[in-house]
């Protein structure tokens, strides 16, 4: 007999969204492999459960496979045992047995075939004569088995790891990663791990991890693109007169030219201090903050109000 995905999930067949996508997760934590090490049950209910939310969450292929629940194909929907016209379609919801994995080939026999199901059902696995062949003599072509769903997760790293790069201990699911961290990834970039997502209810590839970063403030530098932006403060006699400060890069400290007068705000440009990626070299742009005094003696007040 067939199965029913929505007895598999533990829900009703009105149920919500959300509803299916929260019973999925909570069967899924339960029987995860990484929680059951060598329970065949435990991973075949893991696959089982895989199956059902594969179908169930998509709302194409939920909304067809109703239409055939409806008519009777699957156990408990109401038609006879092992589908229309006694024949069996588990086949065509669970990993394949044939070569190469994926969905079987199968022929129907009888001049009028399933009365339209077997359209219906080719519609569900993608369409017009890829999983099903029609008549006694069979052929057909197979349809590659589908991959697993991709999981996300997020991560926050400091500004110089994403300048320089890291590596990262991460747990995911029970599982734990190194994570490399390329030099010179932006907020909001994304790193992919192939095979890290989750299984294949079909006998595919595993989906993959996607982790998307995000790059924590830092208080001495900001950064647009490949340029990097700092503020150095300087006195009040500094910028009058002109000096030399000290400045910090991304690798280093290096001197800065204050010419006389600098005034404040004045925006001064390192070239090729800033961030290198690949055969691309930003510059850092310093801003120049004059620290004014709140106090000052009386000589100092004589002297700027005789001044100009």
Not at 9 to 31: M, N, T, Y
Not at 180 to 206: A, F, T, V, Y
Not at 245 to 257: A, C, E, R
Not at 294 to 300: A, L, S, V, W
């Amino acid at each position: 007999m067939c199965k029913d995905f929505y007895d598999i999930l533990g829900v009703s067949d009105s149920a919500s969204e959300a509803e299916i996508k929260k019973s999925f997760r909570r069967l899924a934590k339960k029987f995860h492999p990484d929680r059951n090490h060598g329970d065949k049950q435990a991973e075949e209910k893991f696959k089982e459960i895989s199956e059902a939310y594969e179908t169930l969450s998509s709302p194409k292929k939920k909304a067809q496979y109703d239409q055939m629940r409806k008519y009777g194909a699957f156990a408990g929907a109401g038609g006879p045992p092992g589908g229309m016209n006694g024949q069996d379609f588990s086949q065509f919801f669970r990993q394949g047995g044939g070569r190469g994995g994926g969905f079987q080939t199968f022929s129907f026999g009888g001049s009028g075939g399933l009365n339209g199901m077997e359209e219906l059902m080719a519609q569900f696995f993608g369409g017009q004569g890829d999983v099903f062949s029609s008549g006694r003599r069979g052929g057909g072509r197979r349809r590659q088995p589908q991959k697993g769903a991709d999981f996300t997760a997020d991560l926050s790293v400091s500004f110089m790891e994403s300048i320089n790069g890291a590596e990262r201990l991460v747990n995911v699911g029970g599982k734990k990663l190194k994570i490399k961290i390329p030099k010179g990834i932006d907020n909001g970039g994304k790193i992919r791990l192939k095979g890290q997502g989750q299984p294949s209810p079909m006998g595919g590839p595993n989906g993959d991890l996607i982790i998307k970063v995000t790059v924590m403030p830092d208080k001495k530098f900001e950064r647009k693109g490949n340029d990097i932006y700092s503020c150095v403060d300087v006195s009040f006699k500094d910028a009058i007169l002109g000096s030399k400060v000290q400045v910090d890069t991304l690798t280093k400290k290096i001197s800065l030219t204050l010419p006389p007068g600098t005034q404040p705000g004045t925006v001064m440009r390192l070239k090729g201090q800033g961030l290198a990626v690949g055969k691309s070299q930003g510059d850092l742009y310093v801003t120049v903050k004059v620290d004014i005094p709140t106090t000052i003696t009386d000589e100092q007040k004589k002297m700027l109000e005789g001044w100009g």
